[in-house]
């Protein structure tokens, strides 16, 4: 379509089936594979934490996956306006799913912002994490590097690595509590305007840039990936971390922590319930087979993580052998694991720079490709939902810098000095497991009973022209929202309050503000539901039947267009028995 002032711009399609694979696997394998899946592995009973993994796999992860994408795919719609035609009575879900997207936007960049930050020193002559004679570093600070250094635990105990210390004292500056903010850390905020820059860049123009990108976004980090994985099995002590990362554990099964983290990583891992996927979805054709494409896809997902766990696990065990103390006590999660114990890892290896190059390389662009998504996915349904102001000639542009600068300023408090503990608070509340588990609920619930999981498969089969498995039917209508609806309430039960460092206790306020950003996206479910009941004129039944019926300008699928022949067929043949019969009289 020519681009003529005041027009409507259409919203197009992906370039070919490899850019749309490419996205949704750049955004569902991310730093969550690769710092969290395997610290859960060893943290919760080894390779017998794979039987809780795989019940969520098979009951909440792919069927869900599977769920979204068709939905993206059979409405050409994004994640708030696909809910409006489909059943208009759970938009909520839609309006939910991109808060918490948004939430993520705003806290996840700062993770690529210090990955950036040590790329930039992993050009130094010596690593700046490796060595005590640095102006940051204090008494207590010992050099784990050193060759000829014997530790014991005492020391270990009474000092602070010299990897800890760079990241405390150097990257985040790191203030008492939250209750001290301290000055902003302009080293960090730099770091984070060029990756705002990046991300804008990367999907300003929509799908035809995002398409182009994720080429090299997407599959660089399998490559550095495979680098790191081959270079931490050839290291001493490897294969005692690998063992200690699979060695199962069986009586870890009893613990309904281990089920509720599960459960977290697979809907996190595989970014269900919050319309990302449904976004990536909408710009596929008609046709596309989103039901094969959805099964490699997530087969992908599950696998890259459990290898990336080999990567991680073989390098930790080398530093266990290097350190002479157990592996559990150099084993981390989170930014703990990727920017304090790898790099450790890495100063210990010759070739220190390379290695520590290509590590912050496959975080940046990891956390690139879910980040820009995220990005996509809140920018594509916002345009979808005024599509008459937005979809004009240069306003996509403008409202995307306008979306940047919103998160941007946002973000000033996490560069401070006390800004780790706003990102925790983030982390933790805002885009916690309970809340995805929630959205799952309603998610399953609502296309599986009131849109119908039959009407579904329809769908999928008309799209694909190949059935789905009928053990889809049963998760969306019965186990996908009886499992999560269990681990929603089993993690409100077993809800412990944020600390940091396993000795900062927060103030009461950043409790309840934490508690206000979790429950900001839930009650938007019930909420928009109400809502929209009090709105809506007529009797109560007429008001639900409106909310529950989708929207009659949905494309017809083959099953529907050949009943409503026969419905019409049957028809004329009624009012033409009818005529003859007043004809005979």
């Known amino acids: 379509m020519d681009r003529i002032e005041g027009q409507i711009e259409e919203r197009g399609y992906w370039g070919s089936k490899a850019e749309f ?14 710092w969290r899946f395997p610290y859960l592995c060893y943290k919760y009973g080894g390779g017998a934490f794979l039987i809780p993994y795989l019940v969520f796999v098979f009951t909440c992860g792919v069927p869900l996956f599977l769920l979204e994408t068709a939905m993206g795919q059979y409405t050409q719609e994004g994640g708030i306006t696909c809910w409006h035609r489909l059943c208009p009575l759970a938009e ?20 690529l912002a210090w990955a950036l930050f040590y790329l930039v020193f992993s050009f130094s002559s010596q690593l700046p994490w490796a060595s005590c004679d640095n102006t940051w570093n204090t008494d207590d600070c010992i050099n784990l590097v050193a060759n000829n250094l014997t530790l014991n635990r005492t020391m270990l ?32 905020l730099l770091c984070l305007v060029a990756m705002w820059i990046i991300c804008y860049f990367c999907i300003w123009k929509g799908v035809k840039s995002t398409g182009k990108v994720v080429y090299f976004t997407a599959t660089f980090p399998y490559v550095m990936l495979l680098v790191l994985l081959i270079r931490g099995l050839t290291l001493p002590g490897a294969l005692q971390g690998v063992v200690f990362y699979l060695y199962p554990e069986p009586a870890r099964l009893s613990d309904p922590q281990v089920w509720l983290e599960a459960g977290a990583q697979i809907l996190f891992s595989y970014s269900v319930s919050v319309g990302a996927l449904t976004v990536l979805a909408s710009y596929n054709k008609y046709n ?47 930014p703990g694991l990727a920017f304090i114990a790898y790099p450790q890892a890495v100063a210990m290896m010759p070739l220190p720079q390379f290695w520590a190059v290509c590590f912050f390389i496959m975080i940046i662009l990891l956390g690139l490709d879910t980040q820009f998504v995220a990005m996509e996915a809140v920018t594509t349904s916002v345009m979808d939902l005024f599509p008459m ?15 940047c600068l919103t998160c941007f300023l946002g973000q000033f408090i996490m560069v401070t000095e006390g800004g780790m503990y706003v990102f925790q608070l983030f982390d933790y509340y ?32 008309d ?30 039960v077993e809800y412990t309050p944020l600390t940091f ?35 809506r004129k007529g009797s109560l039944k007429q008001r639900w039947h409106h909310l529950c019926s989708p929207d009659k300008e949905l494309p017809l699928t083959c099953k529907q267009t050949a009943e409503m022949k026969e419905s019409a067929e049957m028809e004329d043949l009624v009012q033409t028995d009818r005529d003859e019969h007043e004809n005979g009289r």
Do not use: H
């Not at 099964?295 to 990336?308: E, I, K, M, R, Y």
């Not at 990567?311 to 530093?319: C, E, N, P, W």
């Open 463 to 492: 799209m694909t022209k190949s059935r789905p498995n009928y053990m889809f039917m049963l998760c969306w209508k019965y186990l996908t929202p009886l499992v999560s609806l269990v681990s929603f309430v089993c993690s409100l």
């Open 501 to 535: 460092n396993r000795w900062y206790v927060y103030p009461d306020w950043a409790y309840a503000l934490g508690w206000l950003l979790a429950l900001s996206s839930i009650v938007l479910v019930p909420g928009w539901a109400l809502g929209q009941m009090f709105a």
């Open 389 to 403: 102001i937005l979809r004009r000639p240069g306003r996509r542009e403008c409202f995307l810098l306008l979306f």
């Open 288 to 334: 596309n087979n989103c039901y094969r494409d959805s099964l490699w896809l997530c087969l992908l997902n599950s696998c890259t993580s459990f290898v990336a766990g080999f990567a991680v696990f073989s390098v930790l065990g080398f530093m266990s052998q290097e350190q002479g103390v157990p592996i559990a006590e150099v084993a981390e999660s989170g």
């Open 92 to 111: 909520g879900i839609g309006y939910a799913g991109q808060l918490i997207l948004l939430y993520s936007c705003m806290y996840y960049i700062i993770i």
């Open 430 to 461: 805002a885009c916690n497991g309970a809340c995805v588990l929630f959205l799952s609920v309603f998610e399953s619930l609502a296309m599986g009973w009131i849109f119908g999981a039959e009407r579904m498969f329809d769908i999928i089969e």
């Open 157 to 188: 105990i009474n000092s602070t690595p010299a990897a800890t210390e760079f990241w405390e004292r150097r990257v985040l500056s790191l203030s008492g509590g939250i209750e001290e903010i301290g000055k902003i850390n302009w080293e960090i």
């Open 21 to 34: 694979l490419l996205a949704v696997a750049g955004n569902v394998v991310g730093l969550g594979n690769v």
